[in-house]
Each structure stands twice: as structure tokens, then as C-alpha cells.
């Protein structure tokens, strides 16, 4: 099976997956929607932070109608709900990040994409930032946080003075363990494995580990392209590596 053929075979069964959303609590805010569409009349080099900001702060109770098909595969070859701004003075079905993110994208491992239909999306949002909300209230967290700030995967060789324990539901919900899970095994891991580790080499900062390491793939290559993919299963601040089963043999757990 292919790096991404699970997500593309989800893709063309998504739209009998999805529930109609027609109960109250998809009608959205209205004001929030207005602002949105205000927002996206600006042209995209005079979007600057504020802008940003108010896109973000808005977009997560705003009414958006849903594009068909409802589910796209972007140009990384991860799928993504595309939503669109409703039409002027036309009825539509009413979908609501906030709620989408309990019904669907978090068990289904989808992220959303917003008015790509010029080729140009005013935002895409991985399903990674669809958990950061769902743990946190905002799709980034900028400030400190006990993750390290590594930004490139790693390979932990050697001994090392660490703290090992499991990450909690605050880190890794049960449906993300479960998509993340899904896709790992979709590549070729049979048994994906987590661990949580606290690493004196980095002033204790935290890092979440998987039984990943290059032996395990056809290439070097394969593995980073496997690496890079799994951050975008988790919120951005979240640092991550790859290593051996056998050094945490015992503190390693099936995802």
C-alpha cells in the first residue's frame, strides 16, 4: 500500500461517512461569518498578523457551506474537508469547525481547507491543528510549553538520562492515537508504539517517541517522508522523534 493510499480511499467514501448537518447547533454564528467575509474581501498581501488573528478567532464557530466533493486530497496527499463561504440570498447546509471536530474530522483524521476553489486557500489547517483546538481552545500554540524545540525528526542513539512515561489524554486523545495508529500501520508498521520521554540533554524538555527508525523502511528517504508525516498528525509545538524499540522496550505502548 502506498504512503497515502488509506487517506485517498477515505476520500471516496467521505461523503456517504459525514453526517447531515441539520441540528440546531450547526446554524453557526452569523456575526462571525460576516466577519469572515469581510476578512477574505482583503487582498492576500495586505493579510498581516491582526488579520490572521481575527481569521483564526472567527473561522472556529463561523457557518461555512461544504464543497464538493465534500473531501479533497491536498497537494501533500493528506485529505481535507473544504469548506466555502456561503453563497449570497442561497440555502445551504451549515457546517461549524467547532463541531465538526467532535462529529468527524478528529476520528477520521481529516484536516479542513477554506475556500480553495480559486486555487489559492485563504487557510488550510491540518489535523494536527484541528487537535491543538480540540486540547486547547486555539489551532497554535505559541507560547512555552514542556516540548523541546527540536524542529527536524531525530534518532536517539546512545545512552541517556531520561524520564519515560505514557503521554495523557491532554497529549494524545484515544481518536488521535487511533488515526495516528491507522496511518502508521497503513506504511508498514506493524505494531506503531509511543512513549513519552523527559531528556536531561535538553533541559528536561518533553518529546513523544516512536518505534521508528530508518532500518525499518526501504530508504532513508521513506523514513523522513514517514517522520514529516506524522507531524502532521500532531499540534506544531509538539516535538517528536523516531528510535529503537529496545531501549524503551518495556515504557514503549501500542499507540
Known amino acids: ?47 498581516d498578523e491582526q488579520w490572521q488573528q481575527s481569521f483564526l478567532e472567527n473561522i472556529v464557530q463561523a457557518s461555512f457551506r461544504c464543497g464538493n466533493p465534500q473531501v479533497i486530497t491536498g497537494p501533500d496527499g493528506f485529505p481535507y474537508v473544504q469548506l466555502l463561504m456561503p453563497l449570497p440570498n442561497e ?11 467532535d462529529d468527524f474530522l ?26 491543538n483546538l480540540d486540547l486547547s481552545g486555539s489551532f497554535y500554540t505559541t507560547g512555552e510549553t514542556p516540548f523541546s524545540t527540536l524542529k527536524e525528526d531525530e534518532i536517539i ?8 512515561g505514557q503521554p495523557s489524554e491532554l497529549i494524545l486523545s484515544n481518536r488521535n492515537r487511533a488515526v495516528l495508529r491507522e496511518f502508521l500501520q497503513s506504511v508498514g508498521v ?10 536531561s540533554s ?6 513523544l517517541v516512536f518505534n521508528l527508525t530508518p532500518e525499518d523502511f526501504e530508504s532513508e528517504e521513506a523514513f523522513r517522508q514517514v517522520m514529516q508525516s506524522v507531524g502532521w498528525f500532531l499540534p506544531r509545538h509538539y516535538s517528536f522523534v523516531g528510535m529503537k524499540e529496545d531501549s524503551f522496550k518495556a515504557s514503549f505502548m501500542p499507540l
Not at 483524521?109 to 489559492?120: A, F, K, L, R, W
Not at 506493524?190 to 531528556?199: A, E, F, G, M
Request: proline share 6%; charged share 30%; net charge negative.
Open 106 to 131: 478528529l476520528e477520521s483524521g481529516y484536516g479542513v481547507v477554506i475556500n480553495p476553489e480559486s486555487g489559492q486557500p485563504d487557510w488550510v489547517l491540518t489535523y494536527g491543528d484541528i487537535m
Open 91 to 101: 440555502s445551504f447546509q451549515c457546517y461549524v469547525i467547532e463541531n465538526m471536530k
Open 190 to 199: 506493524k505494531t506503531p508504539k509511543v512513549v513519552l520521554i523527559s531528556r
Open 1 to 47: 500500500m502506498g504512503l497515502f493510499d488509506l487517506f485517498r480511499k477515505k476520500e471516496q467514501t467521505a461523503e456517504t461517512a459525514q453526517p447531515e448537518p441539520d441540528t440546531n447547533k450547526y446554524f453557526g454564528d452569523l456575526e462571525k461569518t460576516s466577519v469572515i467575509y469581510s476578512l477574505i474581501m482583503v487582498p492576500p498581501e495586505e493579510r
Open 157 to 164: 542513539e546512545g545512552e541517556e538520562d531520561v524520564l519515560v
Open 202 to 207: 535538553k533541559n528536561g524538555s518533553q518529546e
